[in-house]
Structure formats: structure tokens, C-alpha cells
């Protein structure tokens, strides 16, 4: 098998397929929300027609919300256009075994028009080709990582529903971090988990607990950003469906619980030239050891933070994280190695990378990685530099820019953005605003336990 162990190519699977050890190929892209959607291919029908030819989907599926409804007022697709199909095309690079699920192969598509086989500027994946094109074209390969937590509960995903996710066992009863006792007790998932994903093409570096009652961090290893963002979706992928095949549950919601550690999405990026990290240097910036684009790349993602921060924060949930000495930033400072600020330089020499700690679990991996790179692209084309490097508390600090406090705030911030119409196009930011306005408009409708709390007897 080419690569990493699992990876296929069509005539190796055509061969599983063969011999009977391949039955089904999943076939997905992802969503605004970044889940899988696709079809289930017999593995014959896939080899002999799908692999050339890609297959079809509605278009409706890159405007509805979580129920799946459709939702009037996107230009992209609406009962007016009737909503037709989009082209699903196969990356072959993204085809490999997917180890959790019987006699299954799995291969990640690009979005393409019907009408013109152009990606589709709307479709997630399509933001983030489109930004490492962008890098490629000045001349830079982009590595990164992104470091997922999530809460396990003892409880199924049925039983959670049933109980309205009230009242549910986690599978720890105290704060575990690194703990390797009660690391022990929760590898009938983690174990399944790293060993399905080794298996299926994404080579993992560890798991250890969390800050959180049954939270635990599963760390895969880094990547080309796009690679990344595919290993991210099928990680969580695998983790869910693992979880329901022993009988568990995880949520990779910001903020599962108000009195619990939020769950976050660590990103990690730097920038490759002729397999040299052009980050490091021999310029002094406060401790650090960089060049200059690696200074000019910090000042930009930094500064445009406002203009993309729903691509780091989906929903409302996410904005419930960030809150003072919850592990989650709340300003915008970058610091030497300190988890208080909202970026933190890690690494020296070929090592050397920024990690941006806005992100939460719940962030869609292409968008998300889309937003830091156009950002930090734009530093370096702007020369944007950085603020001074911050020393000490950044909970504590005064005087520093706020990470936004709602998913209304971010929205206008984005929906205003120059800088953002100019790095993804007007049309896909007017696209992404209408999904983010109805998310906030759902919940704003919502009747929840925290209204019966406060107002059933009360009011």
C-alpha cells in the first residue's frame, strides 16, 4: 500500500474487492458543519463506474441546518433552483480502508459544479484547496495539526437522546489530566480508536486524559494541511462510530456542560520550502529564534482573527468556552510557550510552528484551517507585524483585544470583512453568513432547561 498503512489505490482495492474483503466503499465529503455526508457503493459498482466517473448529490446539502431542513435564502441553492445536484469527484489520495466498519473502504470527494466541473467555491474543502493553492503559488508547503478533545460518557447515543442529555455517567469521576489510571479504564474506546485509525491511513501519536470529567485528547500526526483537515473529519468520524459499537458516547460540543472544561481544537501550522521549515531564522522575536515570514505570519493571523472568527467558532455553543482560566483564550496576545494566550509559540529550528488555541472541538477542520492560512498568507504579503510579545497572565491583562463573546458578534465582524470577501470571495462569505445567522436564530427560538430552571415556578 503507497504511504501509510491503509491507504489504497484503485487497483488495490479492486483486488480487496476481489477477494471478497472489501464489500462497501463510503463515499462523503463534508458539510458546513464539517459531518460526513455521502452514499454507501457496493465496492464492484464503485470500482468499476465511481472511480472515473465520481457520483451525485443535492445541492441542498450545503444550506441546511442541523435537522437537515432545507433553509430558504442562500443564493447557492433554494427551491426557486429547484435543487439540483453538485458533482461528487473522489480524491483517490483519500482512499483507504476504513478499519472501525466491516469490509469498508472509505475515500473523501472535492465538490464540483454540475455545470462547469469547477470546484464549488461554497463547499468547505474547496475554501481550504484554494488557500494552499495560494501558498503553493508563493511558493510554500503548508504543514499542520489539529489536537481534538472530546468527553466520553457511559452512556449510548440513544440513551443520551432519550434522557434529553440530561443526567448522563462520564466515564471519569475526577479530573484525570495525564492521569494513566483512568486512562486505563476508558481504552476499550481509545485503544479501538488509535488502532482503527493506524489501520485506516491516519498514523496517530497518543491519547491521555483531560482537564474534565471523562474528557480525553486522541493527537494524530501532523500533515499537508489539506491531508490534515481529511485525517481530522475521519478522527472524529471513527471516534463516534467506535464509541456506539461498545456501548459509549462522545460530544465534541465547545462547552458540553457550564461547570466543565470546554473541549478545543488546537491548530498548529508552518510554512515549507524545499523541505526546510521556513519559519526558523535568525532574526529575535522577544525569545524566539524566527525569519521573517514566520513574524509577518503571526501578525496576520492575529489580525485578522475578527474577520474569520466564526470559521474558529461555528456555533453558539463555542462562545461559552471562552472564559478566564478555563484553558480557552479570551484575548488576543501571542506568547513564548503559554497556554493563557490565544497564541502560543511552540518549537525551535525546523520545529518552530505557531498554535492557535481559538478553535474548539466543534470547528469545521477546512474552514478553520482555511481562515488561519489566509490569514497568515496575508501577513506576509502585508508585512502585517506582530504585537509585542506578552509575559505572564493574559486572562489577568488589561488593554488586549477580546476574542468575540457571541456567534452574533463574530458573525457581523465577518460579514462586514473586507479582508474576508477578498480571501474566500463574496459570495461564499454571504453563503457562510446566512448559516451562521440561522444557527444563531435557532437557538434564539429554543425553549431549554435553563428557561424551565430560572422561569417555570419563578416568574
Known sequence: MPGNEGLLDPRQLASLVERDEIET???VFTDLY???LGKRFDARFFCDSVVEDGTHGCDYLLTVDMEMNPVPGYAFASWELGYGDVHLVPDLATLRVASWLEKTALVICDVESEKT????DEAPRSLLARQTEAAADSGFTVLGA?????YIFENTYRD??????AGLEPAGWYIEDYHALQGTRVEKLNAAVRRHLRRSGVPVENSKGEWGLGQHELNVSYAEVLEMADRHGIYKQCVKEVAEQVGMSVTFMAKYASDRAGSSCH???SLWRDGANIFAGDGELGPVRCSDEFRWFLGGWIAHVADVMPFYAPTVNSYKRYLPGSWAPTKLAWSHDNRTAGFRV????KSLRIECRIPGADCNPYLAFAAALASGLDGIAQQTEPPPIFDGDVYAAGGLPAVAGTL?????AFEASEFARRAFGAHVVEHYTRFYRVEQEASERAVTDWDHKRYFERI
Open 25 to 27: 466503499v463510503l463515499v
Open 34 to 36: 464539517g459531518r460526513f
Open 117 to 120: 466541473h469547477a470546484l464549488v
Open 146 to 150: 489539529s489536537e481534538l478533545e472530546y
Open 160 to 165: 443520551a437522546a432519550q434522557r434529553g442529555y
Open 267 to 269: 491548530l498548529h501550522l
Open 346 to 349: 511552540v518549537g525551535r529550528d
Open 408 to 412: 452574533r458578534q463574530a458573525t457581523d
